[in-house]
């Protein structure tokens, strides 16, 4: 029996043919092949046989309409520019191990070793440690966020001083190690949202510190955004009757008191927020079960403050 790594059909069968799907929906958003070429990581002969359709590829991904629906949304975020190269990399990753999992690459590695058929094979997905998973994906999740925030109209507006954070927590979570976030913050500048880096773990304290006090009282809670304290937004959420929580900028432990708060409350509140103090600048938070559920929240309340 020979031995086949799935891996190996990855590279030799999956990959290629991706490539060229992506070649060509890039030409039809209006990339020259020297722009493809440089995202692809691909010579500009290589884009040119991609896009006459001259490179071949295995029709069992072309007609595949998960990987289909995979290119056309890397296709489209990287000719928008609202998706980078570690984005794209990401989403082709997923799409890798969805299709290990009974998918087209597990169908092509059974023909390539058929000892392996009737054997209901899990090789590929038995592996995967939950904790990565769940690690990996809240990181995608606040990466999302972030995006979709800098996309918000009227976001610039509400960017504090101080920056603004996309926080979301594991499932569990004990200390802000366990709280992804954008390190350095989220600044606005020249009239324009910066997002300097991707998230990482322990990357926040003030909006980690307000997620784990609302996980303490709700663990459904796992998500949240500060943004500035604006009275327009705060009657916005009023009209959605989300009642939003006063709390107080002048507190010795944050976490405390804001767990105090929720607590007499009730529950936690989507959006609670407090008008500063000397030295501390107004802010608001806004809670979601997910860190986009929150940045959703937040283009909601935009719009209804500006309508």
């Known amino acids: 029996m020979s031995l086949v790594l799935p891996s190996e059909l990855v590279v030799d069968r999956f990959l290629p043919t991706v490539r060229a799907m992506l070649a060509a929906e890039l030409a039809e958003r209006g990339m020259t092949q020297q722009e493809i070429a440089a995202n692809l990581g691909v ?25 289909v629906a995979t290119v056309e949304r890397i296709a489209d975020g990287l000719a928008s520019g609202g998706m980078d190269g570690y984005d794209a990399l990401a989403e082709l990753l997923s799409l890798v191990r969805s299709l290990e999992d009974r998918g087209p690459i597990c169908e092509l590695h059974e023909e390539e070793m058929p000892a392996l058929r009737g054997l209901g094979c899990d090789l590929c997905v038995r592996g995967l440690d939950p904790e990565v998973s769940a690690e990996r994906d809240v990181l995608a999740t606040v990466r ?16 504090p001083n101080v920056g603004t954070n996309v926080g979301m927590a594991l499932p569990d979570a004990r200390d802000e190690t366990d709280v992804a976030a954008i390190p350095g913050r989220i600044y606005a500048m ?18 980690a510190t307000a997620i784990l006090a609302a996980g303490a009282i709700d663990p459904a809670v796992r998500g949240a955004i500060n943004i500035a304290t604006d009275d327009a937004i705060l009657e916005a959420a009023r009209e959605m009757e989300l009642d939003p929580l006063e709390f107080s900028a002048d507190y010795e432990d944050r976490g405390e008191h804001l767990r105090t708060r929720f607590e007499e409350r009730g529950g936690v509140p989507r959006v609670a927020y407090h008008s500063g ?7 608001t938070y806004v809670f979601g ?11 909601e309340l935009l719009d209804a403050s500006m309508a």
């Open 43 to 67: 010579t500009q002969a290589a884009v040119s046989k991609y896009v006459s359709g001259e490179s071949g590829g295995d029709d069992r991904f072309r007609d595949d309409p998960e990987t």
């Open 144 to 159: 999302t966020a972030a995006r979709t925030l800098a996309a918000t109209p009227g976001m610039v507006d509400c960017i």
């Open 190 to 207: 020249g009239g324009r949202i910066e997002i300097p880096a991707h998230p990482e773990f322990g990357a926040s304290k003030h909006v």
């Open 277 to 283: 103090a000397f030295g501390i600048e107004p802010a």
């Open 289 to 299: 079960e997910s860190a986009d559920d929150a940045a959703a929240l937040i283009g």
